[in-house]
């Protein structure tokens, strides 16, 4: 089983950029592909962007060329980093191993975990 655990959340201004990380623990080797979601308050968890295990990315329109999804291999962990940040990316923000399509969405495949909050200010 696969333990992901979300950090590097925080309150910053519109404009600000944050760094999230999602650190795996346990059968690292079952993941696949990792997807980024968001819930914003009385919204749906949301897709937001993906890596395949071939390190294809792929973004919803929302956060195209304003977020950027990488890897770490070595340290089993991947980021999102968020440039350009509004207040409408106000939200928790989740990682989890994830079930690549050919459409590229992103289908969770794990547990939740707690997220971390992203709070941007206007």
Do not use: H
């Amino acid at each position: 089983q696969v333990q992901l655990v979300e950090s590097g959340g925080g309150l910053v201004q519109a404009g600000g950029s944050l760094r999230l990380s999602c650190a795996a623990s346990g059968s690292t080797f079952s993941i696949k592909a990792i997807g980024w979601y968001r819930q914003a308050p009385g919204k749906q968890r949301e897709l937001i962007a993906g890596i395949s295990s071939g390190g294809i990315t792929n973004y919803v329109d929302s956060v195209k060329g304003r977020f950027t999804i990488s890897r770490d291999n070595a340290k089993n962990t991947w980021y999102l980093q968020m440039n350009s940040l509004k207040p409408e990316d106000t939200a928790v923000y989740y990682c989890n191993s994830a079930t690549k399509t050919p459409g590229g969405s992103y289908f969770p495949r794990g547990p939740w975990g707690q997220g971390t909050q992203v709070t941007v200010s206007s």
